[in-house]
């Protein structure tokens, strides 16, 4: 039986331990959080002990799984690590590049499993391609969000569109050759909206916006590449392929159009997007993970990455603003 412990139980946090209760082969040792609040109606809810202090719990669990504010992360990861404990710790992976760089040189000292939540890799709308060649020389993404007090403590950047680049460096085999980027604070101390160009020394280039002070939500991609378009709607969890027809496509709906090379046959094809919790997956991952000695799926190597670019955009949007 696997023990694990939560450090954070406020509204995501309470998402993560349900899912936790789920598992047969998991134990909740307890939890610890700061708020009485929390702690009171967790207590009362699911009968768990909670712990006075992050120091006490880790010496209880075998794994941790942080959902406590960025701020918080560093210092929680260290402690857990230096304890011997396995760390699940939600996004961005910390506050700080500096922070970042010192918390990967001590997991990957540690021989301890750890995973960074990137949820949208485990998007049902997503997974529905793993048996898809997916090779873009242009993507376009929008990630739009109605205006919500709690995550402001973040830019934009590390709240909403760290997603999308991390979604982006894992189907891109190639590395950043050059970014642009403009943002604006409107409601907040840190930029609310931003539109971002990276470029790719593959000649790929991705043009990613993220707003958090939009009327409607929105998540979608849009994948262009030689003969193929493919279209991710993270929030609906439904996906679109539009190519053109290599004679191997079954159960879609096919038609001819003339182009100046002749007749084309285009097929249009929806791939069956399963009904599964993106949260519980990721968790049940990073708990396999663990018991079959195995590399998480989204490493801490993926968080820093995705950390350092939206660093790199954070500070390209700085040098704008002034």
Partial sequence: MLKI???GVGHLG????NNWMEMEDVEIVGFCDTDDHNAKAVIEKYNIKRFETADELLDNCDGVDIVAPTTFHFDLCAMALRKGKHVFVEKPLTNTMEEAKALLKLALESNLKFQVGHIERFNPAFVALKNYTIEPMFIEVHRLAQFNPRGT???VILDLMIHDIDIILHIVKSNVSYISANGVSVLSETPDIANVRIEFDNGCVANLTSSRISMKKMRKMRLFQKDAYIGIDFLEKKTEIIRQNAGDDKGVFTFDID???GKKTVAISNPIVADTNAMKDELVAFKNAIIQNTETPVT?????RAMEIAHQ??????????
């Fill in 5 to 7: 412990g939560v450090i």
């Fill in 14 to 17: 309470k998402f993560h331990l």
């Fill in 153 to 155: 403590d973040v830019s």
């Fill in 259 to 261: 182009t100046a090379k």
């Fill in 300 to 304: 801490i190597l993926d968080g820093y």
């Fill in 313 to 322: 955009i954070l500070n390209k949007i700085n040098k704008t603003a002034n």
